[in-house]
C-alpha cells in the first residue's frame, strides 16, 4: 500500500507536468492572440471534475478554438493529476494506518494538493483562467517533486507527541491554510506582475521578458479580488489551527503559547496576513503595497514551515 | 476610510468605520495632545504597528530565547564572547519580555482600543437606526431594475415589504419607498474579533501575572507535593502567592516506554498514585504525553524521562550504602551520564573517606571490539551496562557551596587505579584498596511539570470569538436595497400602470450581490405581478 502511494505520487507529478505544459500553451496562443486582435474576447474554462463538462469545441482552426482545446486539455489534465493524488494520500493514510500528514513529507503532499484543489475551485468559479494555469502548476508541480525527494519519509506510527486527536483537527488546518496560502502567493505576484506590465503599456514601452508575460493574465483587478478570496479564506482556517495548536500544545506541553520558534513564526504569518486584510481597505496600502503584504506573508510561511523545521531547533523538530 | 467613492452620501456609506476627520477650521488649531491621538487611532499607524510586530517577533524566530531554550543561549554566549553581550544588552534573548517588544504591542492595542470604542458606539447607534431613505436616482446605483406592475402602489409596496422581510431584511418603508438593510453582522463580527484580542491579552497577562509554573524529577518509587520546595525549577508569575497552590501528592509508581525497533519512542506511560489531600485515599492516573492529570485547575504533565541506576557501595569499614541515582540522557538512545557520591563512607579507622564515581549508563549496550569504547544502539534498557570511574577523598560538600547532584568535583580526590569499570547488572566491581560497588539494577525516572493558568479559560473564550468574529466580519455582506413604488399619474384604471424600481448597492464581493440582486427582483417581481386582469377582447377564453 505504502509503494503503491509513492508510485501513484510519481504519477500526479507526471501528469501536473503535462498539465503545465498544456497551460503555457493555453497561455502563449491567447498571449499571440491578445497580441493581434484589437478587442480582446475572454475564454473561461470551467472544472467541475474529471470530466470536464464544456461544449464541445467549435472545429474551426481560430486562436480562440486552439487556447480552448489546449486549456480544456489543460484542466482535464490538472483534474486527472489531482484525482491521482487523492489516491496517493488516501493510500499513505491506509499504509500508515493513521492520518497523511504525520510528517514533513506528507504535510508538503497535503499543502499542494490543498492549492491545485484551491486553483480548480477558482477556475470554476471562473476567478482566474487558464492562462494563470501554467504559474501555478509550475511551483505545484516543483514541490511536489521536491517534497517526494527531498522530505521523503517512509510511512510509520507517530512520535507520542504527535499521537493525539488534535493531530487530525490542528495540521488538518494548517495544511489547508497552508496549500491556500501559497496559492494566493502566487496569484499576489501574478497580480504584480500584471500591473507592472500594463503600467509599462501604458507609458507606450514594449514590456521584455518576464514582464511580456503579464499579456496574457487576466486584468488586474481580478488576480486581486482572486488572491483576496483564497486568502480570507484561508486566514480564518489559519487562525483556527494556530488556536488549535495552542490548545493542544496545552495539553502536551503544559502551556498553549511559548514562543517556540513555530509558534513565533505561526504568529508572524498571521499577523502578516491581518496586515494584508487592513492593507487591502486602507488609503494608500490598497493594490500593489498590499500585494507585496501578501508575497512577505507567504514568504514567512514558507520559513514557518521549512526553515524551522530543518534548521532552527524547537519542539516542532520531530517532523523532520 | 471606506466611504464608497462613486457616491459619497450618506444613503450609500455602508460602513460604520469612522469618517476621515473634517480638516481643521481655520484659526481652530486643534491640541497636539488630540492630534496625536487621532495619529495613534489612524488605520495607517495601526497597519505599521502591526508590521512592527512581525517584524520584531522576527530575531524571536532565530536567535535562541532563553524562555524556551536556556541551554542553547548560554552555549551561544559562552561562544560569542562579543556578540553575546550586545545581544543581551539589546534583549534579543528575551524578545517577547523586552522593552521595545511590549511597547509595540502596547501602542498597538492602545491604537486599537481607540479605534474600537468609536466604532462599537456608530455600531450599536446603527444597529437601532432605520435603513437610510431612499437615493433620487436609484438607475445610478451599482444594481438596478425597473418594471411596470398592475396591481395597486399599497399592495405592491406591502407585499415587498413582506418578501424581504421573509428574506430577513431590515425595512422601513416611507414615502412610497422601501428601504432595505441586510448584513449588520458583517460589523458586529468585526467588532468582535477585535474585542475578542483584547480579551485574549488580558487572558495572558492574568496568566503571566497569577499564574506559576514547577518542573520536579521523580524516580519510580518516589513522589512529590505540589508546593514549591518541592520543584527543581519553579517560575511563579509576579503576582503569585504561594497559597494559590492547589494541595494534592503524587507518587510515581511506574514509568513505562516503548519504541520501535529503529530506537522512535512510541509511547510513554507514567502510572502514578495520585491524592488530592496528603495523607488521604489515593488514586491511580495513567499519565501519558498529551494526557495531563487535571486537579482542581492545577494541571500535571508527563514532559520528560530517563534511566536511574541502584548501586551499593560498601567502603572500607564495610558499610553498605545503597541509593537510585538519576542518569541524565545525552543522546537519542538514551546513552547517560551518571554520577554517584558517597558521602558516609568511612576509612577503616572510622574516619570519613567519601566515595564517587562518574561515568556512563549504556541501556542497550554494544562495545567496540578494538577500541573497547561502549555505546547505546537502542533507547530501552534490553541490555545495559554501567561503565564508571571511581574517586576516593573530600567531595567538597563542606565548602558550604551549592553544589549539583550531576556533577562530582574531583579536586579533592584521587584517582581510584585501573582503567574505566564496565559492569552488568547483579556485578560488582572489588575497588582498588578495599570496599566494592554493586550495580543492582535499572528502573526509570520521569520529569513532570506542574502548571497553574488561571487565565487560561479566558483566553480560549477569547479565541473562540476570534474565531467566530473572523468568519462573520469576512463572509456576511453588507448590503442595502431600496424599492420605490410610483402610482400611476392619472387615475387608477386599466390603462395606468404602477412603476416599481429597485436598486441595490454592497461594499463587498459586488458579483455575489449581483446574482443575489436578480435573484431578489425575479420574486419581487413575481410578488408584485399583476393580479390576472383580462384585458378587453381577450378575456373570453372560449371565444
Sequence with gaps: MAELSDRLLFVAVLVYALAMLAFAGAAATRSARRATAAAPERVLVGAGGPPVAAPPAPATGSPTAAVSRAGRAAVALTALGWAVHVGSVVTRGLAAGRVPWGNMYEFSSCAALIAVTAFLVLLARRRVDVTVGAFVMVPVTLYLGLAGTV?????????????????????????????????????????????????????????????????????????????????????????????????????????????????????????????????RATAGWKGRKAAWVAVAAAGALIVDYYVVNIFVVGLHSYAS | MTTVQQAPDEATRLSTAPAPPAAPGRGARPAPLRTAWRQLTSMRTALLLLFLLALAAVPGGFIPQRSTNPVEVRDYTAEHTTLAPLLDRLSLFDVFASPWFSAIYLLLFLSLAGCLVPRIRLHARALRTAPPRVPAALSRLPVSERWESDAPAEQVLADVRRALRRGRWRTVARDGA????????????????????????????????????????????????????????????????????????????????????????????????????????????????????????????????????????????????????????????????????????????????????????????????????????????????????????????????????????????????????GLRPGQTWDLPGGGSLTYEATSEWATFQVTQDPGKVLALIASAGMVLGLLLSLFVRRRRLWVRVAAPAGEQGASGRTVVEVGGLARTDPEAFGTEFAELVERLRDRAAPIAVPRPGTGDLRG
Excluded at chain 2, 197 to 204: D, E, T
Excluded at chain 2, 279 to 302: I, S
Excluded at chain 2, 337 to 358: M, T, W
Design chain 2, 178 to 421: 422601501v428601504s432595505a438593510e441586510k448584513g449588520y453582522l458583517r460589523e458586529t463580527g468585526n467588532l468582535l474579533f477585535h474585542v475578542s484580542l483584547v480579551a485574549l491579552l488580558v487572558g495572558i497577562a492574568v496568566g503571566s501575572f497569577y499564574g506559576f509554573k514547577g518542573t520536579v524529577l521523580v524516580k519510580e518509587g518516589d513522589g512529590f507535593a505540589n508546593t514549591v520546595l518541592s520543584y527543581d525549577d519553579v517560575h511563579p508569575g509576579r503576582r503569585f502567592s504561594p497559597d494559590r497552590l492547589v494541595p494534592f501528592v503524587v507518587g510515581l509508581e511506574q514509568f513505562t516506554a516503548t519504541y520501535t525497533d529503529e530506537g522512535r519512542a512510541l509511547t510513554f506511560d507514567a502510572a502514578l498514585d495520585w491524592s488530592a489531600t496528603p495523607g488521604g485515599p489515593t488514586r491511580p492516573y495513567d499519565l501519558r504525553v498529551n494526557h495531563p492529570l487535571d486537579v482542581d485547575g492545577a494541571k500535571v504533565y508527563l514532559i520528560g524521562h530517563g534511566y536511574s541506576v541502584t548501586v551499593v557501595v560498601r567502603d572500607r569499614a564495610g558499610n553498605e550504602l545503597p541509593q537510585t541515582v538519576p542518569c541524565l540522557p545525552q543522546d537519542a538512545n538514551f546513552l547517560s551520564s551518571c554520577v554517584i557520591k558517597a558521602y558516609n563512607a568511612l576509612a577503616p579507622d572510622g574516619k570519613r573517606e567519601q566515595l564517587g564515581f562518574e561515568g556512563q549508563l549504556t541501556p542497550t549496550t554494544v562495545q567496540d571490539p578494538t577500541t573497547g569504547q561502549v555505546t547505546s544502539v537502542h533507547p530501552a534498557a534490553d541490555n545495559p551496562a554501567l561503565t564508571l570511574v571511581g574517586f576516593r577523598g573530600d567531595l567538597g560538600v563542606d565548602s558550604g557551596e551549592a553544589q549539583s547532584v550531576y556533577t562530582l568535583d574531583t579536586s579533592r580526590m584521587d584517582q581510584l587505579s585501573g582503567p574505566p569499570q
Design chain 1, 151 to 279: 522530505l521523503y519519509t517512509k510511512a510509520g506510527p507517530l512520535v507520542p507527541a504527535l499521537n493525539s486527536y488534535w493531530i487530525k483537527i490542528h495540521v488538518a488546518a494548517a495544511v489547508t491554510a497552508s496549500g491556500a496560502f501559497l496559492l494566493s502567493g502566487v496569484i499576489a505576484l501574478l497580480y504584480l506582475l500584471r500591473g507592472r506590465h500594463d503600467e509599462m503599456v501604458e507609458r507606450g514601452r514594449t514590456p521584455k521578458f518576464p514582464l511580456s508575460l503579464g499579456q496574457a493574465l487576466p486584468p488586474a483587478p481580478a488576480l486581486d479580488r482572486a488572491a483576496y478570496a483564497v486568502i480570507a479564506f484561508a486566514f480564518p482556517v489559519w487562525t483556527f489551527a494556530v488556536i488549535a495548536g495552542a490548545i493542544w500544545a496545552e495539553a502536551a506541553w503544559g502551556r498553549y503559547w511559548g514562543w517556540d520558534p513555530k509558534e513565533t513564526w505561526s504568529f508572524i504569518t498571521w499577523v502578516l496576513y491581518a496586515g494584508y486584510l487592513h492593507a
